[in-house]
Structure formats: structure tokens, C-alpha cells
């Protein structure tokens, strides 16, 4: 008379990890794996990831019910699913982002440096020195005693 109990679905809890994988597997589901419904997808989720969890459960999230309403609609309309972008694809990403942060720093470098080259013209003009007397070479017995050799290799 004793009846043996059915595994239920488990509490563990949908963490915003679990549920991005859960909105991952429903945005790449395609027509192979049937047609996307809850009990299909209770099933997948427990394939893929490993997690019985129960459709009202997942439907508790708004983000996840989103998906699975945009996706559905989709696949009925025929549209091939949404790929995602390749691993390769996401690290030219990153690094055309910061190749653009690193550009945005150097401008800041040269226009300091423009504005510094402005300052020196102006108070070089201000004492009477001439274009001829900026642009000559600098004495070279004149800079090794101001510059003395401190033991580094040039350049």
C-alpha cells in the first residue's frame, strides 16, 4: 500500500547565472531539438544544464518568460535563430575598446603637449629669442656638464 513517490522537480534556486543560461539555451534552440514549449524546455534544461527545475518556476522570471515568448515567436515565423557572436569576435571587441581608450588618453598626451609647446613659443617670444637661436643644435660640451653620463645606455 506504501506508494513510492515520483522524483519532483528540485528548489534549487535560479541564481542570475542559472538564468542566463537558461535564457542562452532558449535563445539558440533550434527546430531540431522540437518545438519549443514548457515541458520541452524543462526537459533541455535538465539535459544541457542538469536542472530539473519546473516550467512555472522558470516562468517566475520575467527575463526568462521574455525569451522564451520572443524565441517561440521566431522559430513560428521561421526566422533562423539568433546567433551568438564567436569567442574571436568577442575579444576584437574587446580590444578595439581598448585600443579606443588608449587612443581617447593619447590625444589628451598631445594636446597637453601642444598646449606646453604653446607656452614655451610664448615665453621664449616674451624674452626676444629668435626662431635661429630655438632651433640651434645644442652644444655638445655644454650638455654633457649640465646632463652629466648617469650610466644609461642611449638610445
Known sequence: MSQEKKPGRSRIPITPERKEKIIALIERWTVEWGRLTGPTLETRVETCLGWKLSRIGMFKHPEIETAFEKRRLGLVEGKPPKKRRPAHEEV?????KRLENDNTKLE???????EMIARHHFNAQRRGMTIAELEAPLN????????????KKKR
Not at 576584437?92 to 578595439?96: F, L, M, N, P, V
Not at 589628451?108 to 601642444?114: A, F
Not at 655638445?140 to 650610466?151: H, I, S, V
Open 108 to 114: 589628451k598626451k598631445v594636446d597637453n603637449l601642444l
Open 92 to 96: 576584437t571587441a574587446q580590444r578595439i
Open 140 to 151: 655638445q660640451a655644454r650638455t654633457e656638464t649640465q646632463f652629466p653620463d648617469t650610466g
